[in-house]
């Protein structure tokens, strides 16, 4: 159960992590995802958006509900939530030891749906699952896009999932307008990236640099290339992650797209702060805030 609380202003009511049938309202758009209702927003504004990656149930179930709350008031306009997996090969350090705490910690994949249930009583800001494939083809992959669906999940980011061998799963998904967010990255070959491009839905995420998540100094080389590679594959938002940290990397990256996605620095503030949760959540708060300040100074 997620115990009833409140913290930096906020209250989790109390909630049965399996709640088989329940499913939550989604945003009012053509598609009936709250992914596309945002980047629709955001290009009607003329604004770059900002996606926030946390680990799920790092430290734990009740902290990921504040963390998420807490990021969305300071300006995330999507987040994303990591399911820890015991091989994430993906991902560096940070992301690595974060998943290792939640895990030991007693997280598992009905007991994130169920944290998203709850979440979904307090607030629409589209939820996106990054988990590894296995955790989702031990779950069943029908019953796992109808829980993620009933739970009120928008879409799923799978790393280790080729876009060629997504169509199992893909299948599923689109059943309850769950989105499979596909990826691409500067080692990806064009008739791979015409692909994504054909079935991305949402937006699609792409890689900045080759090798795993962390953050780094600077602009990777041949970023705008890449870009202008990916672009003409999709009409779709393209969100960039990997590397950046900083109010000024995401400012310089967010002219490329229409997205920045960062990971490593929130987590690694999740893990500094674990033990003081209000300056937890103070501290990312202040992170996001001035990330989402940086992007929205950029013509």
């Known amino acids: 159960m997620i115990e009833k609380q409140a913290s930096a202003g906020t209250r989790i009511d109390r909630e049965r992590v399996v709640d088989a049938g329940f499913r939550s309202e989604t945003a009012a758009t ?33 902290a990921t509900a504040d963390l998420v709350l807490a990021m969305e008031r300071a300006g995330a306009d999507l987040i994303e939530l990591g399911v820890p997996f015991s091989d994430p090969m993906a991902d560096g350090p940070v ?6 705490r939640a895990l ?12 998203v249930r709850c979440l979904r009583r307090q607030t629409q800001v589209p939820l996106l699952l990054m988990t590894y494939y296995n955790p989702v083809l031990h779950y069943g992959l029908a019953a796992f896009a109808a829980d993620a669906a009933a739970a009120g999940v928008d879409g799923l980011i799978v790393p ?25 990255a500067p080692t990806s070959t064009p008739e791979r990236l015409a692909r994504a491009g054909q079935l991305a839905q949402g937006f699609i995420y792409c890689v900045s640099l080759t090798g795993v998540t962390g953050a780094r100094e600077g602009l990777p080389p041949g970023i705008e290339e890449f870009m202008q590679r990916v672009r003409v594959c999709t009409d779709r938002p393209l969100a960039i992650g990997f590397g950046i940290a900083s109010p000024v990397q995401a400012a310089l990256m967010s ?5 920045v996605i960062v990971g490593s620095a929130i987590v690694s503030l999740v893990e500094q702060y674990a033990a003081e949760r209000e300056m937890m959540l103070q501290q990312v708060s202040a992170l996001v805030g001035s990330l989402k300040q940086a992007i929205s100074q950029v013509d």
């Open 255 to 259: 002219k490329l797209g229409d997205a």
């Open 95 to 100: 992301i690595q030891q974060a998943s290792m």
């Open 160 to 184: 280790d999932l080729p876009v060629e061998e997504s169509g199992p799963l893909l299948t599923e998904l689109q059943q309850h307008r769950v989105y499979l967010i596909p990826f691409a």
């Open 30 to 62: 053509g598609s009936g995802n709250r992914i596309d209702a945002v980047f629709d927003r955001l290009r009607l504004k003329g604004r770059k958006g900002l996606i926030a990656y946390i680990t799920a149930g790092d430290p734990g179930y009740e």
């Open 104 to 115: 030991a910690g007693g997280t598992t994949p009905a007991g994130i749906l169920g944290l």
